[in-house]
T-cell receptor, first 113, second 114 residues
């Protein structure tokens, strides 16, 4: 069965520091992978997605993620965090034959000035 | 105007009451979903619909029902609300063509059952 693990429940970083949020998935075939962000009081917004091809994908707001098949990972990164990046981040996995997404439990990011 | 709208945005109700949450979309997508979000549990799928005549249970459908009134409207009902249905509820849509598989989310409905 498909599953997604986000091992970090809560991360705190200083503004301007680099960021990496971890995501590990379990799926037999090539997964479709997504990162969503949820700002306080808002719905989920897609940051980036991976279907195939280049394993390093660029997203909005300066985020990128790298698909590593050997590690079953799809970690989200940003070189310099801004205070406005404080939010909850969700990794999700899907596949071509289900059109359903399985979400991780989320990582809450706190940014200190 | 938002592409996916949910009404109401906030609702407080009492145990045993029937309540309906509504979702409308202007994206023209065939596929619609209802999720609930609980702290520490992420988003869990309640029901999904691939077109007006196709409705499917998700992983946590007990205690819920849905109605797809039109391509653009998908409602979630709690026939007899209970306190453990207190949660944030999201509607989402996706496009069946083009294989993008991306889901677009509404702003959510915060439901409290007392």
């Amino acid at each position: 069965a498909q599953s997604v693990t986000q091992p970090d429940i809560h991360i705190t970083v200083s503004e301007g520091a680099s960021l990496e949020l971890r995501c590990n998935y379990s799926y037999g075939a090539t997964p479709y992978l997504f990162w969503y962000v949820q700002s306080p009081g808002q719905g989920l917004q897609l940051l980036l997605k991976y279907f195939s091809g280049d394993t390093l994908v660029q997203g909005i707001k300066g985020f990128e993620a790298e698909f590593k098949r050997s590690q079953s990972s799809f970690n989200l990164r940003k070189p310099s965090v801004h205070w406005s990046d404080a939010a909850e981040y969700f990794c999700a996995v899907g596949s071509y034959n289900t059109d359903k997404l399985i979400f991780g439990t989320g990582t809450r990011l706190q940014v200190f000035p | 105007d938002a592409d996916v709208t949910q009404t109401p945005r906030n609702r407080i109700t009492k145990t045993g009451k029937r309540i309906m949450l509504e979702c409308s979309q202007t994206k023209g997508h065939d596929r619609m979903y209802w999720y609930r979000q609980d702290p520490g549990l992420g988003l869990r799928l309640i029901y999904y619909s691939f077109d007006v005549k196709d409705i499917n249970k998700g992983e946590i459908s007990d205690g819920y029902s849905v109605s797809r009134q039109a391509q653009a409207k998908f409602s979630l009902s709690l026939e007899s609300a209970i306190p453990n249905q207190t949660a944030l509820y999201f509607c989402a849509t996706s496009d069946a063509t083009g294989y993008s598989y991306e889901q677009y989310f509404g702003p959510g409905t915060r439901l409290t059952v007392t």
